[in-house]
């Protein structure tokens, strides 16, 4: 098990950008897989992108890519997600989930959660 906690979220403009951190608990942070959610208001929870536990494969949906880029560092317990380009449509609360699964975009592939951080774009 590991906790993690999402930070970095806040209210940007149309077309900047923003850096999310998940900083995870645990001595075994290495050995997960990481994936990142998101999920607006009244929509259902949605896969952004997710990185394998040795950072050999990444994966993003189709809507981020080239715009998204997950990056981790295990010397730091802690996976990013560098959010450029943001647009009015990615506002949602953004998650952190980790898991040993790798499917990617199967978030019942994923055991811990965080608690979610707040992204806002104005257009």
């Known amino acids: 098990q590991v906790q993690l906690v999402e930070s970095g979220g806040g209210l940007v403009q149309a077309g900047g950008s923003l850096r999310l951190s998940c900083v995870a608990s645990?001595?075994?942070?290495?050995?997960?897989?990481m994936g990142w959610f998101r999920q607006a208001p009244g929509k259902e929870r949605e896969f952004v992108g997710a990185?394998?536990?040795?950072?050999?494969?990444?994966v993003y949906t189709d809507s981020v890519k080239g715009r998204f880029t997950i990056s981790r560092d295990n010397a730091k317990n802690t996976v990013y997600l560098q959010m450029n380009s943001l647009k009015p449509e990615d506002a949602a609360v953004y998650y952190c989930?980790?898991?040993?699964?790798?499917?990617?975009?199967?978030?019942?592939?994923?055991?811990?959660w965080g608690q979610g951080t707040q992204v806002t774009v104005s257009s």
């Open positions: 990185i394998t536990w040795s950072g050999a494969s990444i």
């Open positions: 989930a980790a898991g040993h699964t790798w499917t990617a975009a199967r978030d019942s592939d994923y055991e811990n």
């Open positions: 645990g001595r075994t942070f290495s050995f997960y897989n």
